[in-house]
Structures are given as C-alpha cells and as structure tokens.
C-alpha cells in the first residue's frame, strides 16, 4: 500500500488548477496583454517574466496563455499560446521548428533558414487570422550563447517581416536580468518593455502550495501537518530558505516515498527531514563540477566563501568580489585577471548552477550586481575548494 494516490500530480510538468499566491501575476499578465483584445495587430506585446528557479515563472506563463487564449475567443479573436524552452531547443533555427510544430504547421526537412520558417508561420497566422503568444522560457540561455543578428532577427522580427498586422507577442522567461545588460540598447527596447518579478515564495506561500498537493496527490489524512509545515519552513524564503517551489514539492513527494518504503501509513516530520537532507546530498553533485574549474574561477569561488563566512550575508557587490578575489591572488602570488575575463568567470559560474547574480534593490546607492553562492558556505565547502586550489596552484 501506498500513502499516495496520485503521484503524477507532484510531477514538475503537472500544471493544477489553481496557483496560490500567483493571482496577482496572472492578472499583471493579463493587462499585459490588453492590446490584443482592444485593438488585435496593432502592437506585438513584449512582457519579461524574472524570478529565481522554482518561482513558478513556466507554470504561470503556461496557465495565463491557456486562460487568455480561451478568453479572447468569446470575443471572437482566436489567439494561440505556444511555449518553447531554450535550454532544450538551443538555437534559432530549432526554436522557429518548434514554434511552428506547436502550431501543428508541418516545415519542409531541410532547406529552409530560421527566417524562412518565420516566414511561413506568419503567413500561416495570417490565412487564419490567428494571433500568437510566444513565451521563449529560460530566454538566458539564448541570449547568452546566440550569434547578435539571431537575436536581432527574433526580437525585432516586426522590423523585419515589413507586416502591418502584428501577430506575434512574447513573453520572455529570464531568470537573471543582468543578462540583458550585455546587449545592444535597440535589442533591449525591444525585449524589457514590461517586467514583471516573481519573488521567492515565504514560507506560509510554500504551505498553501504544498498543501493544495497533498490533496492532489496523497491519500486524505496520510500526510501529517508537521511534515508540511516543516518542508515550508526549511525553504521559505523568509525562513532563510531558498523560496523555491519545485525544491518543495520534490521533497514532499521523496518524503511521501520514504514513508512507503518504511512501510508507514503516514507521512511524518522525520520522513520529511530524511527526504530533506537526501535532497541536500543531491545538491553536493554541484560540488563535483567544481573539479573542473580552472584556477581562477576557483578563486571567485573562495572569494566568495570568504565573504559568506565573514559577513554572514548572502550576496555581496560585484566589486566586493573582485576586491577579495585581488587579496587572494596576492596572497597566492599569482597575476589577478582583468576585470572583463573576471566577468565571464562569473558568467559560466552562473550557467555551471554555483553562483547566482541579482540587481541590488533600492536603497543602495546606484545599481549594482550582486552575487551570492548557490549553496551554504559550510567549512567542508571551504576545505574543499581551499584543497582544489592548493593542486591547481601546483
Ligand atoms: P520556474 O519556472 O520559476 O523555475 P516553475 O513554474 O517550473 O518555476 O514551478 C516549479 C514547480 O512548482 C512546478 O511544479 C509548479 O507547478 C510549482 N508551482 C510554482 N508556483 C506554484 C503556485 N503558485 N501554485 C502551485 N504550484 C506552483
């Protein structure tokens, strides 16, 4: 027997009814997207959706283009949702083939260029007076691996094409906004026109996420409220955890696993915190890929451990960094890199999944980047990295 009922719904691509603690977004979305039903064609809409991982950025995305399309049509304006991950689909040329077989339009096998399948989409949407929502989640990756005209070409498509009815709107999925930075200001108008932030999930936000599951998911009365309450509060963002719902509803549904497995009928605090610190050993494989690291990323790395252990903060100015990682290439006796190698260290430490960068709120004066360790600062962490720099340096 088993405490669970229906564990499909604890899956990562399992989109429920209902987002707690998402409305507000859902109805940002939708005054987003007004032009469509006032006046379909005039503008391509542009709304950027950030937020950490597990914020809930696809799930909303996903669930206000099903809603908007179905809402729009008793207005008889038919408009389609499509999304495509670009972590998965890497290139413009496999994005355009997505676009175009989620839209069931069928492309010649070969031959034709990114620009050519555009083309026969547009005409597609056209013959059928269709609009399209285009939501290009985990957009980061495109814009940090994608030559600028293939850039260009997708965000200024409107330029391009020359068409009076403007069919094609988007929503950009970008975990970091730092990323846009990089680009030229025309490509950025283009892209960050509306942005709205998904912050991470308190822990009370976290309960009625996971509670919502439970029942989904798990036979009544098979879960205790301590398991839950505890899951919450070891991630709510309040409670110093991460905020992130995906980690949450995993570790319900581990702790959900363990329970069977010890033959219990119900799911208790302890099973909770097993599945916990289970989880937390999977998230020591990132340490592995610290192996591969060369030396002086290895260095930002550590600057970065100092920082954590001797402020007892998380994130720190960019300048911080780099000022701690000078001190440590002195110390070490080995030449500093030049401020823009530095920078790219950081970025491929933020694609690697070991550091992440935010924009600093109000009240700092100017903006700055901040940069923070996707993991605790532990001592093991500090004496693990202080021994892979040890052999690099020789
Ligand atoms: P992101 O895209 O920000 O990384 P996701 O949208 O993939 O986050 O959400 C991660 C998981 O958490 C998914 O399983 C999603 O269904 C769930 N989730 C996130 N936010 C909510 C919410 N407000 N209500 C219910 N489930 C949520």
Excluded: W
Excluded at 33 to 38: A, G, K, L, P, Y
Excluded at 97 to 121: H, N, T
Excluded at 303 to 323: H, Q, W, Y
């Amino acid at each position: 027997p088993s405490v669970l009922k229906d564990g499909s719904k604890l899956n990562p691509d399992y989109i429920p009814e209902r987002l707690p603690h998402r409305e507000d977004k859902l109805k940002e979305l939708t005054i987003a997207f007004r032009d469509i039903v006032n006046d379909p064609g005039k503008s391509s809409v542009r709304v950027v959706i950030t937020g950490r991982t597990g914020t809930g950025k696809t799930v909303t995305a996903r669930i206000f283009g099903k809603a908007f399309a179905e809402q729009v049509k008793n207005r008889g304006i038919k408009v389609e949702y499509v999304h495509v991950n670009c972590h998965r689909e890497r290139t413009l040329y496999l994005i355009t083939l997505k676009i175009a077989e989620q839209l069931k339009l069928s492309i010649p096998p070969r031959g034709l260029s990114s620009q050519e399948v555009f083309k026969i989409i547009h005409e597609y949407l056209e013959r059928r007076n269709i609009y399209v929502i285009i939501t290009l989640d985990e957009f980061d990756y495109f814009l940090n691996s994608s030559p600028p005209e293939d850039i260009y070409f997708i965000v200024r498509l409107y330029d391009e094409l020359a068409v009076n009815v403007k069919r094609v709107s988007y929503i950009f999925i970008i975990r970091d906004l730092t990323t846009l930075s990089s680009l030229d200001k025309t490509v950025r108008d283009h892209i960050a026109r509306d942005i709205i932030e998904f912050p991470p999930y308190k822990s009370n936000e976290l309960y009625d996420i996971l509670q919502d599951r439970v029942k989904m998911a798990f036979y009544d009365g098979t879960v205790s409220d301590d398991a839950v309450k505890f899951i919450s509060d070891i991630n709510g963002f309040d409670k110093g955890g991460s905020g992130n719902a995906r980690l949450s509803i995993e570790t319900l549904e581990l702790a959900g696993r363990i329970a069977d497995a010890e033959g219990s009928p119900i799911v208790t605090v302890e099973h909770a915190k097993k599945a916990n610190s289970r989880l937390n050993e999977e998230a020591s494989i990132i340490l592995d890929e610290l192996n591969y690291l060369e030396l002086h990323p290895m260095l930002l790395v550590k600057a970065l451990i100092n920082l954590s252990k001797r402020e007892k903060k998380e994130s720190f100015p960019i300048g911080e960094v780099e000022d701690e990682y000078s001190r440590l290439c002195e110390l070490l006796g080995v030449e500093p890199r030049r401020h823009t190698q530095v920078f790219e260290y950081m970025r491929r430490l933020k694609l690697m999944g070991i550091i992440n960068t935010q924009q600093s709120g109000k009240g700092m004066r100017g903006r700055t980047t901040l940069l923070s360790l996707t993991f605790p600062a532990s001592q093991e962490l500090d004496d693990y990295v202080t021994k892979l720099i040890g052999a690099l340096k020789n």
